[in-house]
């Protein structure tokens, strides 16, 4: 019998489309990420987040130093992100244009599209829910900028979305090789972020649970050790290495620059002395809720909860199609942060919120990894796949209309607050905006300069020479020149005015001291910002008053 | 159709007093018939190799004390050349062999379609030595194997002053495919002199090699047949896996069982996948006979008979392969027996080390270049890891408790770097790497043990030492593992598998 040749190709032709799904993804990722890149850099917004700088900087001392080496990476920040800056950082232009963390924002958000798709895929077992899930992580304008700069967010969301697919794919075939592929990107979450500690805690007890239910005692608790062994490595790791730097296994909780010590001097700054989701758990819920909705928008919020009901009603009838353990483990980090809220260990503020700042709104994209599952769920119900159609569709409408993102307008209004804020110095938040740096660019002329690492801001705007600089970094040298600085350091910068007020160890030790006042020449002092220079060399009077004001 | 073979148990008899060997020519005992001495460890260096000692023995310490900083940066910056070498080449083996099994694939329709008629004489020696206690379980075990009876040749190789061994035979009944043979008394007396007799009287055309206490898989022998075939003309070896039964006895024999599950499901098959040489296993090895006969067969001088001929194999251009099949053993569960034992297999690996050292640039010419660096990292390089994990451990113990300023200069930035990253990597990816043989083998109560390996790796720095002695003093005494220090099923008034007491 002839078949006609439509009727033979079709079905595979169908077949043959499907598969070209994710090259159309991946071809997609890279164009609009590094269209993203390109926009961030050619508009210089690259290093303007927060902590985009401090990220910089951390990686840079690592290899342009007084005293270089791994030691930089310091024991505050978890170091994944840092260590992969470092084949870029060392060139003097993809450090200070923040190319060099940008860079690996966007290959990680190369993979986040990559493991959306397959995550989406395993769960639904549809490519084009994969597809979909794609779409609306590259269309989410929040991603789309935190993929330009030097910030943890996108490595997390693609180290997140690689062990949640891995473990999905492991419940279904427990294969061994893709239990340890998860603990792997499970390692290199929890050595991205805090928050991915809480994941590989949660995706720990869900292998043991699935092995235990499937195998007894003995494989729950072998398989779930399996991959603790290998995820569990990054806290271990890091207990270790802050026992070796600073001597406490736990220093990161409690150094001056740990998170509880930065919210104290975010507090300062803002003039506030109680947060209001300190001990308050609705209200934690409602700012790390608000913080999710304005970073994923209207849509993929509405499909979530669509798909999470869908999951539910699935469960409840004991119908459910995927064992949902591996994805609802991708709510730990959620969870993580909304406690974190709750003890006062960071905080959220939202502009329309007390105190109508904005602090860590971006926190709110640590969940993309589980709501993107949950919209992919919306495939197995009837229509599904027109129903994630209609989905992407209003989100690359409400893109279309005009991007609204929250992460990137985070820096504006702390910018307004800042310029609002001329009073309340003593902090390094608002200080680059003022004077100092320009005074630094003019007036430096060589030598040591003694400064608290907490002023990178300063120090980068300034384009400061590091390897003249002595910081907290330097430990032994930094000890030596805060009791005797004379003899180490040319200039000392000082930020704040009250000592004990401030993180800045140089004010704290130096601010009254005789050695300083004898030695040093106030050279600039503005904007809680002082700058002594050594008197042992000739300097014109003119330029000792500084700017004012 | 299959033709039905039944087991032993209704034909058995006694020892016949006429199948013991007597009066073998010395000479075939020794193996390497026809090679050159040079290839034996009968002795233990050449002269080169003496001098070679000597100098170093000589300049070593006149150099540390005349350039005590520098000779010291360079021992330690070639420390940690080797150890980081040796990690990556083990990582990237065993990496190979968790994610592709690269066993000789064999399902149960090869198995199933494997004619028991055109099937080969199979050779089955069995050394035994004092091992009174659990030669029933090693008949019942053999016995058990799924073969043709008529096509199996199984010989008990016993020494001639173990009269304790031959009354425990005598109370059995063995089927005719079982001849028990006396070795005579001769030196160096160990396991590999008696194989040599066992083959000098071997009819197979295939032999195979347990021990006293093992339990193979009974379709092992139709696996390594099947893996021969496979494997086409080149391969002469076939290594089956080992595994303990009594894993959970204590924590030497848990930690043993974890440390077989990675080297015998992880690292040999990977050294199997890379086309590198393998140390065979002391057991369970299946051999083409006349392969075995051509290439000399076992070392009698080496106490680790099998790694040295898995070697030698290779570097007559044949192969060996692993397949998925299991032998089960007794775990050494008494410290001083395992300390004993370990002693003597790492004495046995210098021997081998040292054996295929003594023309560097033939070795290299015949095992190619990778073969060669495989051969260094995987003999060489553990003798090394077991010398140089305690030196390295103390001095990071060291710095940590007392910070002496003598430490730092001794690794210049490089060195310690790396040496750091080597030192945590490389110790963590062993761990881990057990955690995997752990996975492979289903060993889920063991995963926690992996974790307390390094305890395990001191007690083989102890038995290196133990070793290094002994190679001076006593370099081919075999020091006898005991076996039967598990509780083993009763065996005695009630029929174990085809087994039974003479006095039942």
Redesign the interface.
């Known amino acids: 019998m002839i078949v006609p040749t439509f009727a033979r190709l079709r079905p595979g032709s169908r077949q043959d489309l499907s598969s070209l799904l994710l090259p159309l993804l991946m071809l997609l990722a890279v164009a609009v990420t590094s269209g993203a890149l390109a926009w961030s850099y050619i508009n210089d917004n690259i290093v303007i987040y927060g902590d985009s700088v401090s990220h910089l900087q951390i990686a840079r001392q690592v290899v342009d130093n007084i005293t270089p080496g791994v030691s930089q990476l310091g024991t505050s920040w978890l170091p994944l992100l840092h260590v992969l800056e470092l084949p870029f950082i060392w060139n003097d232009h993809l450090w200070h244009s923040g190319l060099a963390g940008g860079i690996v924002s966007t290959i990680a958000a190369w993979g986040s599209a990559f493991f959306a798709f397959r995550l989406a895929q395993e769960l639904s077992g549809s490519k084009f829910a994969g597809f979909a899930a794609g779409l609306l992580l590259l269309s989410n304008p929040n991603l789309l900028y935190m993929q330009t700069t030097p910030m943890n967010e996108s490595l997390f969301i693609c180290t997140a979305l690689g062990s949640a697919h891995y473990l999905v794919r492991w419940v279904k075939d427990s294969r061994d090789q893709d239990l340890v592929l998860a603990g792997l990107f499970g390692l290199a979450t929890a050595f991205n972020r805090y928050e991915g500690w809480a994941l590989i805690l949660a995706q720990a007890v869900v292998v043991a649970i699935i092995a235990w239910r499937r195998g007894g005692w003995e494989a729950g608790e072998g398989l779930g050790l399996a991959y603790a062994s290998l995820a569990g490595l990054a806290p271990l790791l890091w207990f270790v290495w802050n026992w070796v730097l600073f001597g406490s296994p736990f220093d990161f909780l409690s150094n001056p620059f740990s998170s509880r010590s930065n919210m104290d001097i975010a507090m300062q700054e803002a003039g506030i002395s109680t947060l209001p989701t300190l001990h308050n758990l609705p209200a934690a819920t409602q700012y790390y809720g608000l913080a999710v909705y304005e970073m994923m928008g209207p849509v993929m919020c509405l499909a979530a909860v669509a798909g999470a009901l869908y999951l539910l009603w699935r469960l409840i009838r004991r119908q459910a199609e995927v064992n949902p353990l591996p994805l609802l483990s991708l709510a730990a980090p959620g969870i993580f942060l909304i406690y974190s809220i709750y003890d006062g260990i960071t905080a959220i503020w939202l502009p329309d919120l007390a105190p109508h700042l904005a602090l860590n709104v971006r926190y709110g994209l640590y969940v993309l990894p589980l709501m993107l599952g949950l919209v992919a769920m919306l495939s197995r119900l009837p229509l599904g796949n027109l129903i994630l159609g209609v989905v992407v569709v209003a989100q690359l409408a409400l893109m279309a209309m005009g991007p609204s993102a929250a992460a990137f307008d985070e820096q504006r209004v702390n910018e307004e607050f800042c310029a609002s804020r001329v009073e309340v110095l003593g902090t390094d938040r608002c200080i680059p905006f003022t004077a100092g740096p320009e005074y630094l660019q003019q007036n430096y002329d060589g030598g040591r300069i003694l400064i608290s690492a907490r002023l990178d801001w300063l120090i980068y705007e300034s384009d400061l020479p590091i390897k003249e600089l002595i910081h907290e970094g330097n430990r032994d040298l930094w000890r030596e020149a805060l009791q005797d600085p004379s003899t180490y350091a040319r200039w000392i910068v000082m930020s704040g005015t009250q000592p004990g007020l401030t993180a800045d160890a140089v004010l704290n030790a130096l601010h009254d001291s005789p050695v300083v006042a004898q030695d040093y020449a106030k050279v600039f002092d503005s904007r809680g910002l002082t700058i002594y220079r050594r008197n042992d060399e000739v300097w014109p009077p003119s330029a000792v008053s500084g700017e004012s004001p | 159709m299959k033709k039905p073979h039944s087991r032993c148990p209704s034909w058995f008899r006694r020892v016949p007093r006429n199948s013991v060997g007597q009066g073998s020519p010395p000479a075939a005992h020794i193996g390497l018939k026809g090679l050159p001495p040079q290839q034996s460890a009968q002795r233990v260096l050449t002269r080169w190799q003496r001098w070679f000692g000597f100098v170093l023995a000589l300049g070593l310490p006149a150099f540390l004390i005349l350039y005590t900083q520098a000779t010291l940066i360079c021992l330690l910056a070639a420390s940690v050349s080797i150890y980081t070498l040796c990690s990556l080449y083990k990582l990237a083996v065993t990496l190979r062999a968790?994610?592709s099994s690269p066993e000789v694939p064999i399902s149960g329709e090869d198995i199933a379609a494997l004619d028991d008629d055109s099937l080969p004489l199979y050779t089955v020696l069995l050394p035994v030595y004092r091992e009174a206690n659990v030669i029933p379980q090693l008949i019942e075990s053999v016995a058990a194997l799924d073969y043709p009876r008529d096509k199996l040749d199984v010989k008990i190789l016993l020494e001639a002053d173990d009269r304790e061994t031959a009354r425990a035979l005598a109370g059995l009944q063995l089927a005719p495919c079982f001849e028990v043979i006396e070795v005579p008394e001769g030196k160096p007396q160990g396991k590999p002199r008696a194989c040599n007799f066992g083959l000098s009287r071997a009819r197979g055309k295939f032999c195979a090699l347990y021990d006293a206490e093992d339990r193979p898989d009974p379709d092992q022998l139709k696996k390594s047949l099947i893996a021969f075939a496979k494997g086409g003309r080149r391969v002469a070896c076939v290594q089956a896996k080992l595994s303990y039964y009594n894993p959970s006895q204590n924590l030497l024999t848990r930690w043993f069982t974890t440390e077989y599950s990675a080297w015998f499901d992880l690292v040999l098959p990977g050294l199997h996948a890379w086309g590198a040489p393998i140390p065979l296993g002391g057991t369970s090895n299946h051999f083409r006979v006349d392969v075995l006969r051509e290439v000399g067969s076992w070392d009698a001088f080496n106490v680790t008979e099998d790694a040295d001929l898995g070697i030698r194999l290779y570097r007559r251009g044949w192969r060996t392969v692993i397949i998925d099949s299991v032998t089960y053993e007794e775990a050494n569960s008494s410290l001083l027996s395992w300390i004993r034992q370990r002693s003597r297999w790492i004495k046995g690996y210098i021997q081998t080390w040292l054996v295929h050292m003594r023309n560097p640039l033939r070795l290299l010419r015949e095992m190619g270049l990778h073969g060669f660096l495989s051969f260094q990292v995987m003999v060489g390089g553990t003798i090394f890891s077991y010398l140089a994990n305690p030196i390295f451990w103390a001095m990071t113990g060291v710095w940590?408790i007392s910070r002496p300023e003598a430490l730092p200069a001794l690794f210049p930035?490089p060195v310690f770097?790396i040496g750091t990253v080597a030192f945590?990597a490389g110790n963590?990816f062993f761990?881990?790497s057990h955690?995997?043989g752990?996975?492979?083998h289903r060993?889920?109560?063991?995963?926690?043990y992996?974790?307390t390996m390094p305890l395990y790796w001191l007690l083989m720095s102890v038995a290196l030492w133990k070793a290094i002695f002994q190679l001076v003093r006593r370099p081919h005494y075999w020091e006898k593992t005991e076996h039967g220090l598990h509780e083993l099923p009763q065996v005695g008034k009630v029929s174990v598998g085809g087994i039974r007491r003479a006095d039942s």
Do not use: E
């Open positions: 968790f994610w940590y930035l770097y945590v963590l761990i881990y955690v995997l752990c996975l492979r060993q889920y109560s063991l995963v926690k992996a974790w």
